[in-house]
């Protein structure tokens, strides 16, 4: 059974930054893919990016690209996602996920963090 925790989350004013990181339990890391949703009040759950096992082949949202990247690393069972620019668009839950293989859709994962709010300020 794989386990993932997600740290890092909170308030940051438009322009900031936050670094959101993920621990995997339960698995090696190094077998699983692993990936960031997120979800805002009102809305669907939202693919924001996701990175293959090797951490060769990165994968993002229109709406991140450019402002957020995604990496792993497995000697220490962990992912991150860096998130620069940010904007008061991109306030939602982050739920960090994994599985054997990478997907696009919510469906796609069978495991998922508790989350953690990224609350962006104008």
């Known amino acids: 059974q794989v386990q993932l925790a997600e740290s890092g989350g909170g308030l940051v004013q438009a322009g900031g930054s936050l670094r959101l990181s993920c621990k995997v339990s339960?698995?090696?890391?190094?077998?699983?893919?692993l990936g960031w949703f997120r979800q805002a009040p009102g809305k669907e759950r939202e693919f924001v990016a996701d990175?293959?096992?090797?951490?060769?082949?990165?994968f993002y949202s229109d709406s991140v690209k450019g402002r957020f990247t995604i990496s792993r690393d497995n000697a220490k069972n962990m992912g991150y996602l860096q998130m620069d620019d940010l904007r008061p668009e991109d306030t939602a839950v982050y739920y960090c996920?994994?599985?054997?293989?990478?997907?696009?859709?919510?469906?796609?994962?069978?495991?998922w963090g508790q989350g953690t709010q990224v609350t962006v300020s104008s």
């Open positions: 339960g698995r090696t890391a190094k077998d699983l893919a």
């Open positions: 990175i293959a096992w090797s951490g060769h082949s990165t």
């Open positions: 996920v994994a599985d054997d293989y990478l997907g696009r859709q919510p469906e796609d994962y069978d495991y």
